[in-house]
């Protein structure tokens, strides 16, 4: 069973290369970057299972 958690999800154009960053704002340790906006998102949805 799966639950289903809403969230405040933050992606930024990166500052230091073409690509994207982003961050769950409820947790803090969550983040992760990716090169396109889909990259990012597909990231950021593995990012809290494998933990900081």
């Known amino acids: 069973m799966q639950a289903t958690i809403k969230s405040n999800i933050i992606i930024e154009p990166a500052a230091r290369s073409c690509g994207y960053m982003a961050f769950i ?28």
């Open 25 to 52: 704002e409820e947790m803090p340790n969550v983040c992760t970057q990716g090169d396109s906006l889909e990259e990012v998102k597909e990231n950021l949805m593995d990012a809290p299972e494998n933990g900081p």
